[in-house]
């Protein structure tokens, strides 16, 4: 199922791009799990489902201005309506790009899996061989750290379901948790120096580094560890229906590992002799990074939110930047939001005590979010500062 949904995805994308923007769109490429037929296609009531979405990059000239995100945000829309026609609901992310983009791609991970294995579906084949070659040893912990931050972020969409303590996930909670374990793989064996670009090969890895971790100090027991990711790896990779009965606890663990990964990894971004508590060592980190990249992050969100109306925010602006970029700010309330909700009721904080980590988003308030004064309205807040000024930039 997953080979021929792949070329429908693939069929569809292409045909549509190349008809609006015929000679000026040099390739459109297949990024992320799909491209490395590591997609995951289950049946539904609905009809064929893509969990996740399929990555897509419109390649166009140097000198060729890239389509505005509006236009694609349209074509994505059409894209997926054709799908539903031919029985198929899969989400499409499309990213407009020039030739230059690829040549100066730095090392990181993305970099490196669209080289390994990324997919020119139409046009140029030959397009990824502008991104520069370099060994899975140069990608950056720091990118690593990244991927852990993200997809704790991402746990913040199953917010109302983790307040209310359901005994069962809900299919969408239970594949963000899945995630969580491929990427926690990821993140660990970039520090750990044992990265591969497939799912398959980190889950071998990590089962190796389980069997001869040696004298190494690492943030949780291997073992057990390794043979949860193996299962998670099994069920993405061979995909075939929904999971509809697993329980809060598989979450819970998840989260747990999480919490112990992001402190060592905080740790050996700062100071591996420190023991502290993982906002000690985040704040330590934010304080560390360099102005550069806080004006880059700081200049993305006056840019995304457009010069003359945003201008009431700017002294507020300046005041945050004095702590950490854009990123750093989410990422911090994320995690702290996170972990919190890991807590029973009983046990987590007031809800005064997290308030301040809406004030130190970038925007406080976000329109339509839930009622003011809640663990979902701050969920909602943190969300949407994401998907606005993290997402879209490297910095």
């Not at 009531?45 to 505005?68: C, K, M, Q, S, Y």
């Not at 029985?87 to 100066?104: C, Q, T």
């Not at 730095?106 to 139409?122: D, Q, T």
Request: some cysteine; glycine content about 6%.
């Amino acid at each position: 199922m997953g080979t021929a949904m792949k070329a429908v995805i693939c069929e569809e994308s292409a045909r549509l791009c190349r008809q609006v923007y015929r000679e000026r769109l040099r390739a459109v490429v297949l990024a992320g799990s799909l491209a490395r037929d590591e997609g995951t296609f289950v049946e539904t009531e609905r009809g064929r489902r893509l969990l996740g979405d399929a990555e897509l990059l419109l390649v166009f000239d140097d000198g060729i201005t890239p389509p505005p995100a509006a236009d694609l945000a349209l074509i994505r829309d059409q894209i997926e309506a054709r799908l539903r026609r031919r029985g198929l609901r899969a989400e499409i992310a499309l990213s407009a790009v020039g030739r230059a983009y690829l040549r100066r791609l730095p090392p990181s991970i993305f970099a490196y899996e669209l080289r390994a294995s990324g997919k020119a579906v139409a046009g140029e084949a030959s397009v990824l061989g502008l991104i520069p070659r370099f060994p899975a040893a140069d990608i950056p912990r720091e990118d690593a750290w990244r991927m852990l931050a993200n997809r704790l972020v991402e746990q913040l969409a199953g917010t109302d379901e983790l307040l209310d303590e359901r005994a069962i996930l809900s299919p969408e909670a239970h594949y963000r948790t899945v995630k969580l374990y491929l990427d926690m793989t990821t993140s660990l064996l970039v520090f750990a120096g044992a990265y591969a670009p497939t799912y398959g090969e980190r889950a071998d890895n990590l089962a190796r580094l389980a069997k001869w971790s040696g004298t190494t100090t690492w943030p949780f027991p291997l073992a057990p560890f390794a043979e949860q990711v193996t299962a998670v790896t099994c069920w993405k990779l061979s995909g075939g229906s929904l999971v509809t009965e697993a329980r809060r606890m598989f979450w819970e663990r998840a989260i747990d590992y999480a919490e112990a990964l992001w402190r060592w990894e905080l740790g050996r971004l700062t100071d591996p002799d420190r023991v502290d508590s993982p906002s000690a060592l985040m704040s330590l980190w934010m304080r560390r990074q360099p102005w550069s990249g806080r004006v880059r992050g700081w200049a993305h969100v006056v840019r995304a939110r457009g010069w003359h109306r945003s201008w009431p925010l700017w002294p507020r602006w300046l005041r945050q930047a004095s702590h950490g970029s854009p990123r750093h700010l989410v990422y911090r309330a994320a995690s702290t939001l996170v972990f919190e909700l890991r807590a029973t009721a009983g046990q987590r904080r007031s809800l005064s005590d997290l308030r301040r980590l809406a004030r130190d988003l970038p925007l406080a308030t976000w329109p339509g979010q839930p009622g003011r004064d809640s663990l979902g309205s701050l969920a909602a807040a943190i969300l949407a500062n994401y998907r606005s000024f993290v997402m879209e930039t490297r910095a």
